[in-house]
């Protein structure tokens, strides 16, 4: 029995409100509980609430019955059975690990198509050209600079967020951003760990060095990042207009 479009969403609230909050996740999720929900409807001849209790309790999830106030908020009565979602938490975890080798294995696949590439010998070499160029007179402006050539994608990225072009709450974008955010950090440990260390600032030629090493890695996260972004805009457009 096919289901309806007002029962796909109901299923798609029950996943959301049962603990599965990334839309991409929640829909790989929706067809396998859609599809079971449909062949109990057909050959056991369920309803369709009794059917999505019993693929809901399939997946490893307890059912709880929910409780809401009355009219008059004087008495608790009973609401819709809601799923406690443990079991769906756990495909949820599992697909979290699925999703991280495979952002794992594709971003040093784009690291190696960046040395590949013409255009990104032209941004480095200009890079290094005009931190070299700048430091003659003004060491603090030449890594500025530097920052500049490295950062400025993330401010692009901030700005599509603010704007709505980036969906939220993905869990395939928000892996791919783990690459972008960990050599963020690693930028801005590696010179309070040499100030702990000497007890005192890194020299210019050290950041100015570690910018120019790390400018490969940044520059693929967040290739890499931009182009998981416009997969699944277009998935999450598709979806919505469903």
């Known amino acids: 029995m096919k289901l309806t479009q007002e029962e796909i969403q109901y299923i798609d609230d029950y996943l959301r ?58 008495k608790w009565v009973k609401s819709t059975k809601y799923a406690t979602g443990e079991g769906f938490k756990k495909l949820q975890r599992e697909k979290q690990k699925q999703i991280g080798r495979k952002h794992f ?32 007179y003004s060491e603090k402006w030449a890594l500025t600079v530097g920052f500049v050539w490295i950062f400025y994608p993330f401010l692009i990225i901030l700005y599509k967020s603010i ?32 100030k702990n260390y000497y007890d005192e600032k890194m020299e210019f030629q050290l950041l100015a060095l570690l910018l120019i090493v790390l400018f490969p890695f940044i520059k693929a996260s967040m290739v890499r990042y931009n182009s998981v972004c416009k997969e699944y805009k277009k998935y999450y457009d598709l979806i919505k207009s469903q």
């Open 105 to 136: 294995k594709a971003y040093w696949r784009q690291l190696l198509s960046l040395f590949l590439s013409v255009q990104f010998y032209i941004e480095f070499i200009l890079m290094i050209a005009s931190v070299v160029v700048i430091s003659k």
């Open 163 to 194: 704007k709505g072009e980036i969906p939220k709450k993905s869990l395939h974008i928000n892996m791919s951003m783990t690459a972008v955010f960990l050599w963020i950090h690693i930028f801005s440990l590696v010179p309070n760990i040499y």
């Open 17 to 74: 409100k049962s603990g599965v909050q990334f839309w991409d996740v929640r829909w790989e999720i929706l067809d396998h509980v859609a599809t079971g929900v449909e062949e109990k409807m057909t050959h056991e001849n369920l309803d369709f609430e009794t059917a999505l209790e019993a693929v809901t309790i399939a997946f490893g999830n307890d059912i709880r019955q929910g409780y809401v106030l009355n009219k008059d908020n004087t």
